[in-house]
């Protein structure tokens, strides 16, 4: 398949898994609850942006195609930003942002993307850039409309500030399987780890729900 073909199919598979997955937002809830499901997607937010830059910083070495060598130190310095971002507005909600303790299923995700530092670029992009951040615009979408009513100035800082940054961290992967994913071994692999991907990330949403909705 040709590789600009191959991305619009695996981009089509990948929004079919996330239809209807994302257990993250209630659209139907009370502004009281969304307004608890915004303040633990900020928490979460918060480690899982550091994280980030503890796993790009791992892969960089590990990464020898140029043009993705001269991409991913950008989405590094992104992801501090929007580490330093997001703790800030909580602590100016007067929360400790560095109080929060992830679930194991998020420590166990980031462990896993930071040990694949290994694997080919195209199968380490289509896991974090493609699949994960593809999957993250959609959901900060989400979090925004379900959060201009309860927290406006959240809401806008992910508008402004953050989600812009994730559509070029999405974009870079869609790069790197359209430069890379030249022939079928690859595109198999990338699709593959796309899939892995995804149904790690659907784990750590469904656990992380159960949280705030014990909370």
Not at 110 to 120: E, G, N, S
Request: proline letters at 6%; a negative charge.
């Amino acid at each position: 398949m040709d590789p600009r073909d191959f991305v619009r199919a695996l981009a089509d598979e990948n929004a079919a898994f996330w239809r209807g997955r994302d257990v993250r937002q209630d659209p139907d809830a009370s502004p009281a609850v969304r307004l608890a499901q915004l303040r633990a997607r900020m928490r979460q937010g918060v480690y899982n942006e550091l994280r980030s830059v503890e796993l790009i910083a791992a892969w960089l070495p590990h990464v020898p195609e140029r043009e993705m060598q001269s991409l991913l130190p950008g989405q590094l310095d992104d992801e501090h930003r929007h580490y330093r971002l997001l703790r800030q507005r909580m602590i100016d909600l007067g929360e400790d942002p560095d109080g929060f303790r992830p679930l194991p299923e998020w420590e166990a995700l980031f462990d896993w993307l930071v040990a694949c530092r290994a694997r080919p670029t195209w199968e380490k992009l289509a896991m974090f850039q493609f699949a994960g951040e593809t999957q993250s615009c959609e959901g900060f979408e989400t979090l925004i409309a379900l959060g201009r009513d309860v927290d406006p100035e959240t809401a806008k800082l992910y508008e402004t500030a953050i989600l812009p940054d994730e559509y070029k961290h999405a974009a870079i992967g869609r790069r790197a399987l359209t430069l890379l994913c030249d022939s079928p071994s690859r595109q198999t692999a990338a699709r593959a780890a796309c899939v892995e991907m995804n149904e790690r990330i659907f784990n750590a949403y469904r656990h992380h729900r159960a949280r705030v909705e014990t909370h």
